[in-house]
């Protein structure tokens, strides 16, 4: 996910088409492994300057930026660095799409043939291949570190992974036949809010605005916390316009605006006098959502998830937060 100075330009949505490919991925994961003994991997984060958690990745030997996107639900890497990375296209033989559509359009599958993550190795991993445009380029700093690619929800719940919003750091487990949790978990002066997953891999947390009952998605990969605006709207909460706008894989801009909400609860925790953007979330959340019972107000995200302590444990399906 790329922004324009500091608020998000929010790009992946994947559809109901992607779920099938997402189901067989976490039903038969292909691991490999580094160093048989490890049944848990720690790995540092760097945060970029547009607020993404990246990770050192190798791809088929070659090194890589990937930022873990909570809000992703499956793998991505840039499309102009699919030849570099040496990716091939999907085959009949590996079962699967050739193609999945993202926000009304199509993008093409490929496969890594070796996918290594510290210590773990991940073969012949399906990815998507998406074009991050040059808003990412654009919103970097001079000689900051380009994005290659994202780490979403199809290896996140198969290593179930503990992610560290505050700490930048990312736990993996291994051994998928290993039992018990992550050790040294600290989990004192943390309130655990659990999270629904859609059978589209995106994460939820029940909350509220202004005392209305609202949903969150889970999104470490947008920069702030975003609300819809049709949600804004009818809660007749004031909100004033920016120079900022955002942008989506296969959608056009749209403008941003910010609103002061009184009161936003996530779980048991509540946030008082908390700045939000608003945008049209229309095409990046999907199946009726918005207009749910309750709606899906919004993006839980990066900078929300920093401040409070975040950490999403993926194998138990619980966010904490201070």
Same mark, same amino acid.
């Given at each position: ?39 848990? &991997? ?50 009949? &033989? ?49 000689? &900051?570190? *380009? ?18 919003? *505050? ?57 702030? !916390? ?12 004031? !909100?004033?316009? !920016? ?38 979330? *229309? ?19 990066? &900078? ?13 399906? !619980?966010?904490?937060?201070?």
């Amino acid at each position: 996910m790329t922004i324009s100075n500091h608020f998000v330009r929010k790009f992946l949505a994947i559809s109901a088409a992607v779920a099938a490919l997402l189901l067989e991925l976490a039903a038969a994961p292909r691991f490999a492994y580094a160093r048989a003994t490890t049944q848990f &991997e720690a790995l540092p984060l760097a945060r970029s300057v547009q607020n993404h958690l990246l990770v050192r990745a190798f791809i088929n030997g070659k090194a890589a930026w990937l930022t873990v996107d909570s809000g992703a639900p499956v793998s991505a890497i840039a499309l102009n660095r699919s030849q570099y990375f040496r990716l091939k296209p999907a085959t009949a &033989e590996s079962k699967l799409p050739a193609r999945v559509q993202i926000n009304g359009a199509f993008n093409k599958v490929a496969i890594a043939r070796e996918l290594r993550i510290g210590g773990l190795t991940l073969v012949d991993e399906p990815v998507v291949t998406i074009d991050l445009g040059g808003s990412v380029r654009a919103a970097r700093r001079p000689h &900051e570190q *380009e994005i290659d690619g994202i780490i979403g929800a199809d290896i996140l719940f198969p290593t179930k992974a503990v992610l560290d919003c *505050e700490r930048q750091l990312l736990i993996l487990k291994t051994d998928p036949d290993v039992l018990g949790s992550v050790p040294g978990f600290d989990r004192r002066g943390l309130r655990a809010v659990p999270i629904q997953v859609s059978d589209g891999f995106n994460l939820y947390v029940n909350g509220s605005v202004n005392g209305k009952p609202a949903r969150l998605m889970v999104d470490t990969g947008s920069f702030t !916390t975003l609300l819809h605006h049709s949600f804004i709207r009818r809660m007749r909460i004031a !909100t004033r316009e !920016t120079q900022y706008s955002s942008s989506a894989v296969n959608l056009k801009d749209r403008g941003v605006r910010v609103a002061r909400i009184r009161k936003l609860s996530v779980g048991s925790v509540d946030i008082i006098g908390k700045e939000v953007g608003v945008i049209d979330l *229309e095409g990046l959340i999907h199946d009726g959502l918005l207009d749910g019972s309750p709606p899906v107000a919004g993006l839980l995200g990066a &900078e929300t998830l920093r401040r409070h302590h975040g950490i999403i444990d993926f194998g138990t399906r !619980t966010l904490y937060l201070r």
